[in-house]
Each structure stands twice: as structure tokens, then as C-alpha cells.
């Protein structure tokens, strides 16, 4: 079985850049999270998805972050326009229903110059 | 709010020493508490977890208590290898019906030398 999957694993952008992150979760895992780390830090939430609405977006910092799950299948992250701060590794992770064990991918890290 | 603090690292070791990492919390409530492991350009792995207070959790020779008194959740290891190298991430999550976000602490690098 395929695990989570993260693409594209390096990015590199300019300030002021749009970047579009996008995370596909194992097959039949209802729930899907991405997490952002920056620069050695914790790993903080950003969303939750439960098939393709969006159960809790607590974390997401500002309105230049936009995710998505259309069809409940893959997720995208898009950041517009990217700011320095933006910089850092961010997680994509998925879950079955009802189940706490959360399946992460390898990240996609992401460098705003 | 909700937060996990576990010990500042990076931590060395000799292959064979004996591993502490120190992992408090502070959700109220019966959070879930885990460990994830991160080895090098790979995706955050379930290590343990313990669902409920005095649980232990173990897998690979490392083992974890849930202690609700001291809210405390401590990784150990009797003899750690060149392949426990990693980082280690303790975090807690709330279940039931919402089984949402985890909340992570900041990670520990462990490097074991031969």
C-alpha cells in the first residue's frame, strides 16, 4: 500500500511568488492534515479535512494560505503572494475514521528568497 | 492553550547508552500522547503511543508511560544503536469523535555514535 505522498519535495520562490503545495493521502483515509515546521521548531496544525470539507482550519495563519480537497481525494496548499516567513517544511498526513494514528508524508520544503 | 514540551537537544550518544527524553503536556482533559520518529529525508513514523493514563507504550526497544500525575509521556531506551539516530517529536491529540490536529512538541536530534 502506497503511503502519503508530497509533491514537490523542494521548492525554492521568490517573495511575492505563488507556490501550490499538494499532498495525496493513502487510498480510503477520510481525514487529511497538513502541518507546517519552521526553522527547528514544533510542527504546528494548519487544517483538518474529513473527505472534502474542512473540519478545522484553526492554524491557518493568514489569508494567504488557501487549501483545498476537491472529489475528497488529494489536497492542495497554495500560498499567495509567499513572504519570508513562509519558509519552513510543511507535512501532509492522513488518517482512517475514528482512528488517532495519523500517516505522514515526507514533506515538501519550501525556501521564499 | 494546548502545548507539549520536551527536552532541547541535539542529544549524543554511544551506541549501548541508555536514552531519556523528557515530554510534559499540558491538554486538559485525556489527550492521546505519542512519539513519532523522523530518520533522514523520510516522513514523520508512528513510534508508540498510550491512549490513557498509566498505558505503556513500546515498539523497537524504546517504551513510553502515560503519566497523568506528572502529565508527562518520557521516550527510553535500554541500549540505543547507530539506527536510532534520528529526531523525535512527542505529541498529544484529542480523540472521539473529533480525532483532529496533534499538537508537537519541537523535536529532539539524537545522534548514537559507534
Known amino acids: 500500500e502506497a503511503g502519503v505522498t508530497q509533491f514537490p519535495s523542494h521548492s525554492v520562490i521568490e517573495k511575492g511568488q505563488t507556490v501550490t503545495l499538494r499532498c495525496d493521502p493513502i487510498s480510503g483515509h477520510d481525514n487529511l492534515y497538513w502541518y507546517r515546521r519552521v526553522m527547528g521548531k514544533e510542527i504546528k496544525f494548519l487544517l483538518h479535512?474529513?473527505?472534502?470539507?474542512?473540519?478545522?482550519e484553526s492554524g491557518m495563519p493568514n489569508n494567504r494560505f488557501l487549501a483545498e480537497r476537491t472529489g475528497g481525494t488529494y489536497s492542495t496548499l497554495k500560498v499567495q503572494p509567499a513572504e519570508l516567513e513562509d519558509s519552513g517544511v510543511y507535512f501532509c498526513?492522513?488518517?482512517?475514521?475514528?482512528?488517532?494514528?495519523?500517516?505522514f508524508g515526507p514533506g515538501t520544503r519550501l525556501t521564499v528568497l | 492553550g494546548d502545548s507539549v514540551t520536551q527536552m532541547e537537544g541535539p542529544v549524543t550518544l554511544s551506541e549501548e547508552a541508555f536514552l531519556t527524553i523528557n515530554c510534559t503536556y499540558t491538554?486538559?482533559?485525556?489527550?492521546?500522547l505519542f512519539w513519532y520518529v523522523q530518520y533522514p529525508g523520510e516522513g514523520l513514523q508512528l513510534l508508540l503511543k498510550a491512549t490513557k493514563a498509566d498505558d505503556k507504550g513500546s515498539n523497537k526497544g524504546f517504551e513510553a508511560t502515560y503519566r497523568k500525575e506528572t502529565t508527562s509521556f518520557h521516550l527510553e531506551k535500554g541500549s540505543v544503536q547507530v539506527s536510532d539516530s534520528a529526531v523525535y517529536f512527542c505529541?498529544?491529540?484529542?480523540?472521539?469523535?473529533?480525532?483532529?490536529?496533534?499538537?508537537f512538541g519541537q523535536g529532539t536530534i539524537l545522534t548514537v555514535h559507534p
Open positions: 505529541a498529544q491529540g484529542l480523540g472521539g469523535t473529533s480525532y483532529g490536529k496533534l499538537t
Open positions: 498526513a492522513s488518517s482512517q475514521p475514528n482512528r488517532d494514528e495519523q500517516f
Open positions: 491538554a486538559t482533559g485525556y489527550p492521546s
Open positions: 479535512f474529513v473527505k472534502e470539507s474542512k473540519q478545522d
